[in-house]
Nanobody
């Protein structure tokens, strides 16, 4: 069993930046994919960014060139650097660790972008 704990969310003005962290209780180096998802009120959960064990990444079109995902296997942590934040980025952000046959989710951290 792996527990994922997100942190770093909060209230930020449009154009601001936040860095989310997801700390795992277990070893995530073997995870095939580490991802950040988000869910806004009334909307489905969507993939924001993902990073594979080979370090390749992919991003939702809406966050390309603004968000950066990174993994630190030594610290069992995955990060999401979010720059140039927009009100439409407001959502609960969730961390996911996927080993293929099973995966784990964090409890989520709220990000609110508002003036």
């Amino acid at each position: 069993q792996v527990q994922l704990v997100e942190s770093g969310g909060g209230l930020v003005q449009p154009g601001g930046a936040l860095r989310l962290s997801c700390a795992a209780s277990g070893i995530i180096a073997s995870a095939h994919v580490l991802g950040w998802y988000r869910q806004a009120p009334g909307k489905q959960r969507e993939l924001v960014a993902a990073i594979r064990s080979g370090r390749s990444t992919n991003y939702a079109d809406s966050v390309k060139c603004r968000f950066t995902i990174a993994r630190d296997n030594a610290k069992n942590t995955v990060y999401l650097q979010m720059n140039s934040l927009k009100p439409e980025d407001t959502a609960v952000y969730y961390c996911n660790a996927d080993w293929g046959l099973f995966d784990y989710w964090g409890q989520g951290t709220q990000v609110t972008v508002s003036s």
